[in-house]
């Protein structure tokens, strides 16, 4: 590939202990937990709020925190704090109750008296700024990690763009929580990736409509039948969920590629809106 050198003198516009990088689940946890254990902390993301899967491509309900055959809590902590601060469970009582294991319709129907883990993605940002202020978190959004200086064994200078153009960050530590591993993979840190990837999914939602089992089966000999036609390539599920009862958050687009190919994913987002 043809180069082009680039040399710049960068405003250093923080110089925090802990900068985060990526303020999904995993960043909110990471920069909380530090605020909160007193270091002076900073964390960036390319969107305008945090949240990441759960706010970026619609979330429906929390997995993977609780045991599934008897709906018991199997981690703590911040994940509490956040279901009370959105109101799915009243405060102080969240590690005694049961859950279901998601917002899956079919485990709903199944434990109707677990306590659903779900809320609405505008609720989680609104509770990530909360949590993530409260803490003593710098948040600095709509900025996207770029690259990192490396000097010796360790990242020395992160790279991040955004409205102010390139600007400089040098934190006593980064923690890499983008999801693809950005920050590690620049900083030239060995990293292992499968040979055959996982698909992109792309989510969406309907309003006005009542998520019944009939209507999920309907859903599904669409998909089937659209797919035998080669209108659609690849689906997942469906999985639908709602969040108020008269709307339908669906789980069901899956188009081939590798993310970290901008080309692919650019073409993941065209032709997941076709397919939705
Ligand atoms: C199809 C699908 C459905 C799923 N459904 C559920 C579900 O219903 N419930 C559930 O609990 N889990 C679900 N999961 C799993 C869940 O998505 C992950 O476990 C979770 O998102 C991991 O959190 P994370 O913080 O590591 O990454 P992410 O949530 O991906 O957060 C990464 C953050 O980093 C930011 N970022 C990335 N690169 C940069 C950069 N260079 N500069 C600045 N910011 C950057 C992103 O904007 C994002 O905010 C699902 C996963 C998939 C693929």
């Given at each position: 590939?043809?180069?082009?050198?680039?040399?710049?003198?960068?405003?250093?516009?923080?110089?925090?202990?802990?900068?985060?990088?990526?303020t999904?689940?995993?960043?909110?946890?990471?920069a909380?937990?530090?605020a909160?254990?007193?270091?002076?902390?900073?964390a960036v993301?390319?969107?305008?709020?945090?949240?990441?899967?759960?706010t970026?491509?619609?979330?429906?309900?929390?997995?993977g925190f609780?045991?599934?055959?008897?709906?018991?809590p199997?981690?703590?902590?911040?994940v509490?704090?956040?279901?009370?601060?959105?109101?799915?469970?009243?405060?102080?009582q969240?590690?005694?109750?049961?859950y279901?294991v998601?917002?899956?319709?079919t485990e709903v129907?199944?434990?109707?008296?677990r306590?659903?883990?779900r809320?609405?993605?505008e609720?989680?940002?609104k509770?990530?700024?909360?949590?993530l202020?409260?803490?003593?978190?710098?948040?600095?959004?709509?900025?996207?990690?770029?690259?990192?200086?490396v000097?010796?064994?360790r990242?020395?200078t992160v790279?991040a763009s955004?409205?102010?153009?390139?600007?400089?960050?040098?934190?006593?530590?980064?923690i890499?929580a983008t999801?693809?591993a950005?920050?590690?993979?620049?900083?030239?840190?060995?990293?292992?990736?499968?040979?055959?990837?996982?698909?992109m999914?792309?989510?969406?939602?309907?309003?006005?409509?009542?998520?019944?089992?009939?209507?999920?089966?309907?859903?599904a000999?669409?998909?089937e039948?659209a797919?035998?036609?080669?209108?659609?390539?690849?689906?997942?599920?469906?999985?639908?969920?709602?969040?108020?009862?008269?709307?339908?958050?669906?789980?069901?687009i899956?188009?081939?590629?590798?993310?970290?190919?901008p080309?692919?994913?650019?073409?993941?987002?065209i032709q997941?809106?076709?397919?939705a």
């Amino acid at each position: 590939m043809a180069v082009v050198q680039y040399t710049k003198s960068l405003p250093l516009v923080a110089k925090p202990d802990v900068l985060v990088c990526g303020t999904g689940l995993a960043g909110i946890g990471a920069a909380v937990a530090a605020a909160r254990n007193g270091a002076s902390v900073m964390a960036v993301d390319r969107m305008g709020f945090a949240g990441g899967f759960f706010t970026n491509i619609i979330g429906s309900a929390f997995d993977g925190f609780v045991y599934e055959g008897t709906g018991k809590p199997v981690v703590g902590g911040l994940v509490f704090e956040m279901l009370e601060r959105m109101g799915v469970v009243q405060s102080g009582q969240s590690p005694n109750l049961s859950y279901n294991v998601n917002g899956d319709f079919t485990e709903v129907e199944k434990y109707p008296d677990r306590v659903i883990p779900r809320t609405d993605p505008e609720r989680f940002k609104k509770a990530s700024d909360d949590v993530l202020t409260e803490s003593g978190v710098r948040s600095l959004f709509h900025t996207q990690v770029s690259d990192v200086i490396v000097k010796g064994e360790r990242v020395d200078t992160v790279i991040a763009s955004n409205k102010d153009g390139l600007v400089a960050i040098k934190p006593r530590t980064v923690i890499d929580a983008t999801g693809d591993a950005d920050v590690a993979a620049w900083a030239g840190c060995p990293y292992e990736k499968a040979e055959s990837l996982q698909p992109m999914s792309l989510h969406f939602r309907i309003g006005f409509v009542e998520l019944t089992f009939e209507l999920r089966r309907k859903c599904a000999a669409v998909l089937e039948k659209a797919r035998a036609e080669g209108k659609i390539g690849l689906y997942g599920g469906p999985w639908p969920a709602t969040f108020s009862g008269r709307d339908i958050y669906f789980n069901v687009i899956r188009t081939p590629g590798d993310a970290t190919n901008p080309d692919d994913w650019t073409n993941a987002e065209i032709q997941g809106r076709r397919d939705a």
